[in-house]
């Protein structure tokens, strides 16, 4: 499996698996041209299995001058064969190596264990929580912890 900038080529994969309704109570649907603007600045990578898009994570860059980044989204094709695990440790890589992050910060509703299990387990610290902050396709509302991993708390 190989961690990879995004293509344009990937775009109708990402669509798809960002789209999916199981993914829909912690993964929002894009925004019109979300998808693309990221995969223009750079901020959209894949995690290929076999030629195949397996996952895929939209970066931001928060603060170049800091090194502040984070994970806005993060989603694989077969959640709990452990592809998350490895493809999150391919993430911290990049990130924390070549982009030489400083700190990485992502959000998840606290319904979703199997992300924070997988937060928890890559080192990443509890900073807060965003009270009733995201809209659910029911229309209720979810709250959102903070998580960030500093550079010298990655442990590669």
Not at 4 to 26: T, V
């Amino acid at each position: 499996m190989t961690l990879r900038p995004a293509q344009p080529a990937d775009m109708a994969s990402i669509l798809a698996l960002w789209s999916r309704p199981a993914h829909s109570r912690f993964l929002p649907a894009p925004e019109p041209g979300e998808a693309e603007d990221a995969l223009a600045e750079g901020l959209l990578w894949v995690w290929e299995r076999q030629g195949a898009v397996a996952g895929f994570a939209r970066l931001n860059q928060w603060s170049a001058r800091d090194g502040n980044w984070g994970i806005s989204h993060f989603a694989t094709a077969s959640p709990g064969q452990g592809d998350g695990k490895r493809f999150l440790a391919a993430i911290l890589t990049e990130v924390f190596g070549p982009l030489q992050a400083h700190r990485l910060s992502l959000d998840s509703v606290p319904d979703n264990t199997a992300a924070l299990k997988l937060w928890a387990g890559a080192g990443f610290v509890h900073e807060g929580t965003f009270r009733q902050c995201m809209r659910q396709p029911d229309g209720g509302w979810s709250d959102s912890h903070l998580f960030a991993l500093l550079a010298h708390e990655y442990q590669p």
